[in-house]
């Protein structure tokens, strides 16, 4: 794996990090120095650009929108992505990567630095809960459940849980069940949990890129080398799912309780009617790396990537239409807007994306 492209967009479009790769990253102790810094606050800086600078990730807070980025920027939209403003203080200059909300009010952002930022006014004030730069591995996504659940994931296995909301941190040794030998019936030939036969790898240290909920207790996991993980008890434990690909994984897009999606390098995306036992390659005209999706009303969907690329499908992903957009700039992430219209973030900011007919739902979407 390019050991830049882990961390999704930010080292992918600006080189913002090299680190080792996984499998050969050794343990270092924190100096007398990195423990001094981790008590350090440096806030991001005010810019008047702000909403059109690199921008990783987004979430809906109620009906506010929120989007995270470079240099520790977050910028809110309180009109569905027309306009943005950033928030005056937020106490990191740390790449932010990861944000999600339990309620329209509590959220917590993730980034570099294991950075991990609070708020309870639906993102006009945050505070540092969790700073840990001497770990040396980012961290990637976050996810909110009920009752103050909170897991952030990153770089290395790097696993955090919260059961107060993002308060106080607990690391978490990742180590999920092997796949079992000879499940499923994947349509491909799939990679093997731990490669090499090497033990200790399969449970700890690959990238997990993305952490996503799939209901009724479901929680998946998007990973390095092909990775991929699901838990049935909300996070308690994880199990390695049988991979169709053995490239990285960037992205997971629970469609039903058995459906889904995941996508990653070189435009792979694949589709799985059984809660990834087994998968099917769909077409998506493209070799960008695809790195968000999300759900629209009328039951499309839609991934984006890197070069601009959005995918949009009315056939809950059996298929999908490419729409290249002009500028070509890397897309990161998108929730839905109103009138049918995507928010997304990515190089180039937050933006709103029209798909083709305006208002009109996706060609073949359920009404």
């Not at 696993?159 to 491909?188: C, I, M, N, Q, T």
């Not at 005209?285 to 499908?313: E, F, K, N, P, Q």
Request: hydrophobic share 45%.
């Amino acid at each position: 794996m390019d050991p830049k492209s882990f961390s999704v967009l930010g080292a992918a479009l600006i080189g913002a990090l090299a680190c080792a790769p996984a499998a050969t990253r050794a343990a270092e102790p924190a100096s007398a120095a990195a423990e001094a810094a981790a008590e350090q606050v440096r806030a991001a800086e005010p810019a008047r650009l702000a909403a059109r600078g690199l921008l990783i990730a987004i979430a809906p807070a109620g009906e506010r929108l929120v989007a995270v980025g470079d240099r520790g920027i977050i910028v809110l939209s309180d009109d569905r992505g027309a306009s943005w403003q950033q928030v005056a203080y937020v106490p990191t200059q740390a790449l932010l990567t990861g944000v999600c909300f339990l309620d329209p009010q509590h959220g917590v952002a993730v980034g570099h630095d294991q950075v991990i930022l609070t708020t309870g006014d639906a993102g006009r004030t945050w505070k540092r809960s969790h700073y840990a730069p001497q770990a040396q591995g980012p961290l990637l996504d976050v996810w909110c459940g009920a009752g103050g659940e909170v897991i952030a994931v990153g770089a290395y296995s790097a696993y955090l849980r919260s059961v107060d909301g993002g308060a106080s941190w607990r690391e978490v040794a990742f180590k999920p069940a092997a796949a079992p030998a000879g499940a499923g019936g994947a349509s491909h030939a799939p990679a093997a949990a731990a490669p090499g036969g090497d033990e200790e790898r399969a449970g700890g240290g690959y990238h997990l890129n993305r952490i996503v909920a799939g209901g009724a207790g479901r929680l998946y996991i998007a990973g390095e080398a092909g990775h991929l993980y699901r838990s049935d008890d909300g996070g308690a434990s994880w199990h390695t799912l049988l991979s169709p690909y053995e490239g990285s994984f960037f992205g997971v897009l629970p469609l039903s309780a058995e459906s889904l999606l995941a996508f990653g390098l070189r435009g792979h995306l694949y589709r799985s009617a059984d809660a990834g036992r087994s998968w099917q390659a769909v077409d998506t005209g493209t070799v960008a790396m695809l790195t968000g999706a999300t759900r629209l009303d009328g039951g499309a969907l839609a991934v984006v990537g890197l070069s601009g690329v959005v995918l949009l499908s009315g056939d809950g992903g059996h298929s999908f239409t490419l729409l290249q957009q002009a500028d070509r700039a890397g897309l990161s992430a998108a929730v839905p807007a109103d009138d049918g219209r995507l928010a997304v973030v990515g190089e180039n900011g937050a933006r709103l994306i029209t798909p083709p007919g305006g208002n009109a739902p996706v060609p073949g979407a359920s009404p």
